[in-house]
């Protein structure tokens, strides 16, 4: 062979030395990329939580985050039904961020009158107030009494309320000139509108829920993985023995947490409980036991502990702080919403602590959202029996 056609060939050999490497390097890779992709699309149900969380998370984050006001309830004291006391009741239940839920003529009890209607505020016009409003040498004086356990309404309250009445009585009386009026704004509950005292018991609810429905939900999955959970639903035990045994360490794990995050919110942020203890650990215990046993219902459904995890974190969390109450008003949401947050269970229980923590009520006054929190866990603790042995 001619010495040029040799070095020839040895040339293209050498440049072909690196295109071969790449070329199998982008084999190697594009088997992988195919492997994995069958594993995705094999695997639907994490493929669809993952598709379906943004579209979820939108409309929950696009309709739910909302500081703004709508319907508050409010209640309007007022001995004579004067014209002017009328007028002021027409301008303030116009307008889309207050209701006037009654009009009563005397308040004894101020603080009952409001827990009577769960209302927000409480509008007090002094009986003589037409007659002062219209003498140049007297200036009524219009007292407001607002809710201070929610600190993101009270403070919404407290801050529009004295614009709308000072915009009702001008239109009432015709002028542009600003009427001799004092309007005193008192906070109840929380005078100083400590966020603290509003986050705590929030926090509790969200602490709470997330880590008792994910340590059921883990345990029970880590079994259907490891093979024992089979041995189990073999036995004579019946699945709500299996159930019963699985969550009663974990009751006693998460009210160990309850009680660590209230002495952690009494030494550090000055929280405390104007209620009864003993009310308060109790419904806490249902709660806990309630949450559990959501968690159970997700460990029949989820195949391995990854699918658990990720189907109980969107679960609790997001709709323990956008739904519940915690931040954003239920009566400022679209009315599809109003009705989901009732299958939430740290919607009631928000509402339960606050009244025993901030507002130091008992039973009687909580029975309707305590009662709703016992239904929740009751068909929850069903479903989790029902679909237990049929699912694993």
Do not use: C
Not at 206 to 225: D, F, G, N, V, Y
Request: hydrophobic share 50%; proline share 6%.
């Amino acid at each position: 062979m001619p010495w040029y056609r040799e070095k020839a060939d040895t040339a293209m050999k050498s440049d072909n030395k690196p295109n071969s490497r790449l070329s199998k390097t982008g084999n190697r890779l594009k088997a992988v990329v195919l492997k994995e992709s069958r594993h995705i699309l094999r695997d639907r149900q994490t493929l669809a939580i993952i598709i379906a969380m943004p579209v979820m998370m939108m409309f929950l984050y696009g309709y739910a985050l909302t500081l703004d006001l709508n319907n508050a309830a409010v209640i309007v004291e007022a001995p004579l039904q004067s014209r002017a006391a009328t007028s002021l009741v027409r301008s303030i239940d116009a307008g889309t961020m207050f209701s006037v839920e009654a009009v009563v003529h005397a308040a004894k009890d101020p603080v009952a009158l409001m827990r009577k209607y769960n209302a927000k505020a409480l509008l007090r016009i002094p009986p003589d107030f037409e007659r002062d409003l219209r003498n140049k040498g007297t200036t009524p004086e219009i007292n407001v009494l607002i809710d201070g356990s929610d600190q993101n309404t009270g403070t919404i309250i407290r801050n529009v309320m004295e614009p709308m009445i000072m915009n009702a009585v001008i239109d009432y009386l015709k002028t542009d000139i600003p009427p001799s009026l004092v309007i005193d704004s008192q906070i109840l509950y929380n005078p100083r509108q400590k966020s603290s005292l509003f986050f705590i018991p929030g926090l509790m609810a969200i602490i709470l829920i997330m880590i008792s429905a994910l340590l059921t939900s883990l345990t029970i999955t880590r079994e259907k993985e490891t093979g024992t959970m089979e041995q189990l639903l073999v036995s004579p035990l019946r699945s709500w023995e299996i159930i019963a045994g699985k969550i009663s360490p974990y009751i006693v794990l998460a009210a160990a947490d309850g009680v660590l995050i209230m002495l952690v919110g009494r030494l550090f942020f000055g929280v405390g409980i104007s209620g009864s203890t003993a009310l308060l650990a109790f419904v806490s215990i249902v709660y806990i036991i309630t949450s559990l046993a959501l968690g159970l219902i997700f460990s029949s459904v989820a195949k391995n502990q990854q699918q658990a995890m990720l189907m109980v974190l969107p679960a609790t969390m997001l709709p323990t702080i956008v739904l519940s109450g915690f931040i954003f008003p239920i009566r400022s949401m679209p009315l599809p919403l109003q009705i989901l947050t009732q299958i939430i269970p740290a919607t009631h229980y928000l509402t339960v602590i606050r009244g025993i923590i901030l507002k130091g009520v008992g039973l009687v006054a909580l029975w309707q959202p305590f009662g709703y929190l016992v239904l929740t866990g009751a068909i929850f603790l069903v479903i989790s029996v029902k679909i237990f042995k049929v699912k694993l």
